[in-house]
């Protein structure tokens, strides 16, 4: 179209790119909040350090979820199939996740009401499957996308699902999630320890440390895998960039670690996993010598790592298919239209500034240490 001054192959490069940010930026957002509350029952040990650990999230956790509506309103509007196939093939999947999101909100409104310690632990634990089992299962459907998807696509590109929730879990797929739950521990320990003092900041600090190194461990015990036992795909087709979407017009074979051709290709891409390494070790030495906002740089680079790197890896990729590799979608088949994509562009350019700016807005409000002292004089704290 004469009028769109961008290329749909360019759109398409752009959407890719916009989607691994708003992952990423719902990971260091929404992913403290996570973090903070898998630590709940440990970080904190008497009820007052629990309500200071809530008090630090409760303010922000509905603000930081518009990061997971924004990545899957860009996922419905930017790539309609990659939506269709994701969410009917990980509808089980998702379903525990929504079922784990309710109890955040649920667990802090309740949790309160009554005085009754055995209450209140329920509501703890209840918060803390809030916070773990989002992260761990966001790390399996990562784990998943790297294995190939059972999916395909009918003469009239209709989807269908082969597989079921308990062929997920694999053990590459749980690896992954374990390496996203380890991230987010690591981040929300991070967090508290910035945003509190006492024994509350020691615990998160000294659990911090152990899931730092256990991101570094299993990152590389994954890289690893992929490298030499994880069967990756490539187009072996020339594949059309700017013409319409149809997952079926090309061909793609497998081949044990094809998904590090990327690296060998554009060596520069190598910065990614080097961020997820060096950011766990900046957060190790951060937490050990009780710099915490050094801590949080070093959690919020391993994570930026981490995510890249399964970006990169999988480029052009989207959603490979194990079923019907020919049927994987990739950013050049998988996308809206030309004009979509544009129109999308600019209510993006309009929206994302205002989302940021009321997100530091928030944040610079809320800034500063929480301890029982200040909830106790707070008529609105949890």
């Known amino acids: ?83 269709a196939v994701s969410f009917s093939g990980f509808y089980l999947a998702m379903l525990v996740v929504l079922v784990a999101l309710i109890l955040r909100p649920v667990g802090f409104k309740f949790r309160g009401k009554v005085e009754d310690q055995r209450w209140r632990d329920a509501w703890d634990w209840a918060l803390f499957v809030g916070g773990a089992v989002p992260a761990l299962i966001f790390g399996v459907a990562v784990g998943n996308v790297l294995l190939g998807v059972p999916f395909g696509f009918d003469d009239t590109l209709r989807a269908h699902y082969d597989g079921n929730f308990f062929g997920l879990l694999t053990p590459f797929a749980l690896l992954c999630g374990l390496v996203s739950l380890s991230m987010i521990v690591a981040h929300g320990a991070a967090v508290i320890a910035v945003r509190t003092k006492g024994p509350t900041a020691e615990r998160a600090r000294s659990y911090g440390r152990a899931a730092t190194l256990v991101t570094a461990v299993l990152f590389g015990i994954g890289g690893l895998w992929v490298a030499l036992g994880l069967d990756g795909y490539t187009v072996t087709s020339v594949q059309d960039t ?61 994570i930026i790592g981490i995510i890249t790197t399964a970006g990169l890896s999988l480029f052009p990729f989207l959603l490979p298919s194990s079923l019907d590799p020919r049927a994987s979608l990739t950013v050049w088949d998988a996308s809206s239209s030309h004009l979509t994509l544009w129109t999308m562009l600019l209510a993006t350019c309009i929206f994302l500034p205002i989302i940021l700016a009321y997100t530091a807005w928030v944040y610079r409000v809320m800034r500063g240490t929480v301890t029982a002292d200040t909830i106790g004089r707070n008529p609105n704290a949890y």
């Open 1 to 83: 179209m004469e009028f769109i001054p961008l290329s749909y192959e360019t759109l398409r490069v752009i959407w890719w790119l916009l989607l691994g940010i708003l992952l990423i930026g719902f990971a260091l957002m929404d992913g403290f909040d996570l973090g903070i509350g898998a630590l709940l029952p440990f970080a904190a040990r008497t009820d007052e350090e629990r309500r200071v650990l809530i008090n630090v999230v409760g303010p922000v956790w509905e603000g930081n979820q518009v990061w997971l509506i924004l990545g899957g309103g860009a996922i419905f509007a930017a790539w309609p199939p990659l939506y």
């Open 242 to 302: 700017v013409g319409p979407s149809n997952p079926l017009a090309k061909s793609v074979s497998t081949a044990t670690g094809a998904w590090l051709a990327g690296y060998k290709a554009r060596p520069w891409t190598m910065i990614a996993p080097a961020l997820g390494f060096a950011g766990c070790i900046l957060a190790w030495f951060g937490l050990t010598a009780k710099a915490p906002k050094t801590a949080l740089v070093g959690t919020s680079t391993t």
